[in-house]
């Protein structure tokens, strides 16, 4: 079945500093992938997503995500972090083919920066 | 990038009432529509599936008579939750998607039952 881990719970870094998010997978082929971010009482937005193609994928307020399909990793990273940033995100898969595939989300990471 | 509405943003409703929460999709037509629910600090979980035309799909554990859902047209999805119990407080989030593109998500709606 499909799962999605993201390991960290709970992260704080500084204001300035470089940020990784951790996304773990687990599904039979290459699924789609995205990472979104969700501010306190708000929807969902997408940073970013991975269909194909090459592995490092960049998106909006500077984050990148890099696909390892030997590590089933999809891990977001972003140089340097500013307090907006401050928000809970979110990894999310989704199966290839079909109108109808589903997103699984992860457990989210809260991120907080202190300045 | 496409938009989804929600609404409402809130609602308070009492116990044993119905409540409807719309998801529309203003600027395209969304064939399949996504109902979550995220507790406090958790992560988002599916509820169900909806088609335009046909019967919502429900993840297990889902009761389809107290959650119903309606996607009557390509740009509304509805959701009620019928007969509402303080249990049933929670964010509910819902997200349409055109084929094989990204789901765009709606701002959600936080439903407290009193």
């Known amino acids: 079945a499909q799962s999605v881990t993201q390991p960290d719970i709970h992260i704080t870094v500084s204001e300035g500093a470089s940020l990784e998010l951790r996304c773990n997978y687990s599904y039979g082929a290459t699924p789609y992938l995205f990472w979104y971010v969700q501010s306190p009482g708000q929807g969902l937005q997408l940073l970013l997503k991975?269909?194909?193609?090459?592995?490092l994928v960049q998106g909006i307020k500077g984050f990148e995500a890099e696909f390892k399909r030997s590590q089933s990793s999809f891990n977001l990273r972003k140089p340097s972090v500013h307090w907006s940033d401050a928000a809970e995100y979110f990894c999310?898969?989704?199966?290839?083919?079909?109108?109808?595939?589903?997103?699984?989300f992860g457990t989210g990471t809260l991120l907080a920066v202190q300045p | 990038g496409a938009v989804v509405s929600q609404h409402p943003s809130r609602v308070i409703c009492k116990s044993g009432t119905s409540v409807k929460i719309e998801c529309r999709s203003l600027d395209f037509q969304a064939t399949t529509m996504f109902w979550y629910r995220q507790f406090p600090k958790q992560s988002l979980m599916l509820m169900a599936t909806s088609n335009e035309g046909s019967k919502a799909t429900y993840e297990q554990g889902v009761e389809k008579d107290k959650f119903l859902i309606n996607h009557a047209s390509l740009t509304l999805s509805t959701l009620t939750v019928t007969s509402a119990h303080p249990e049933d407080s929670s964010f509910y989030i819902c997200?349409?998607?055109?084929?094989?593109?990204?789901?765009?998500f709606g701002q959600g709606t936080r439903l407290t039952v009193v």
């Open positions: 999310a898969v989704g199966a290839r083919g079909g109108a109808t595939n589903k997103l699984i």
């Open positions: 997200s349409a998607r055109v084929l094989r593109t990204e789901a765009f």
């Open positions: 991975y269909f194909s193609g090459d592995t």
